[in-house]
């Protein structure tokens, strides 16, 4: 099977045409995708103003690629760090239990589990690194996702709260009842608009009011309406906020 710079090579080739450049970086995503997969897919659309139809800027195919290709330097660094030091440790007879990376832990308070177009605003560099701080216990201001310091965003749950990141939506405080609480996404929508961009303008813009409009989307998430704890797509929070998680 082909790897990531396989792939990337097919997105940077000029002479092959965009529809093949744009399934390419696909396949980029499917071995690396910070926010998961479809999350990730409409941020590139999103930071490298990838338009409705490709054939109006197929470069936006290689800076979206140039970006997802530089977060990735940043993990493999992070990763064969880690590797260093936990057999440094086991060497040294004092590695202790399960340490798990970030990419590797579970992603449970992130809200772009459910809703794809509620991610940070961030470059995914950007993010990537902020993750990578968090792992090594640096102090960093702000969500530990985003870095936004702005107030959270509340959802009343009839008994508490459901605290949520103004900037990306991450779950910073979860209800004092210890229940899950779904939120759903503020608008129905299905994934292949999405695929095909109907969000961008040919300009390579955000088409304004669009139902897959990343601004301001953790205030929009609804509260699921029916009983705590009810498994299914969406964010559900049942312990206590740990920095190191996603």
Aim: proline share 10%.
């Amino acid at each position: 099977m082909a790897g990531f710079l396989t792939h990337r090579a097919l997105v940077l080739d000029e002479t092959l045409p965009p529809r093949r450049r744009h399934s390419a970086l696909r396949a980029c995503l499917t071995v690396f995708a910070p926010y998961r997969f479809r999350p990730t897919y409409h941020h590139l659309t999103l930071s490298a103003r990838i338009p409705r139809d490709l054939s109006a800027d197929p470069a936006s195919l290689v800076r979206a690629v140039a970006e997802l290709h530089e977060a990735r330097l940043l993990w493999l660094a992070a990763t064969d760090r880690y590797v260093r030091r936990r057999r440094a440790e086991k060497r040294a007879g004092r590695r202790q239990g399960p340490d798990e990376p970030w990419q590797l832990v579970r992603l449970d308070q992130a809200c772009y589990q459910t809703d794809v177009c509620c991610h940070p605003a961030m470059s995914l560099p950007a993010y990537v690194a902020r993750r990578i701080a968090v792992l090594e216990e640096r102090p960093l201001p702000g969500c530990h996702r985003c870095g936004d310091e702005r107030p959270v965003v509340s959802h009343p749950t009839g008994h508490g709260s459901v605290d949520l990141c103004r900037g990306c939506g991450t779950v910073l405080a979860s209800c004092s009842c210890g229940a899950g609480h779904p939120l759903d996404p503020p608008e129905r929508y299905q994934w292949p608009e999405i695929w095909r961009r109907e969000h961008m303008t040919d300009g390579g813009l955000p088409v304004p009011g669009s139902a897959h409009a990343a601004e301001g989307r953790p205030e929009r998430l609804r509260l699921r309406v029916g009983r705590p704890g009810v498994r299914g797509p969406a964010v559900t929070v049942r312990r206590p906020h740990d920095p190191r998680a996603g």
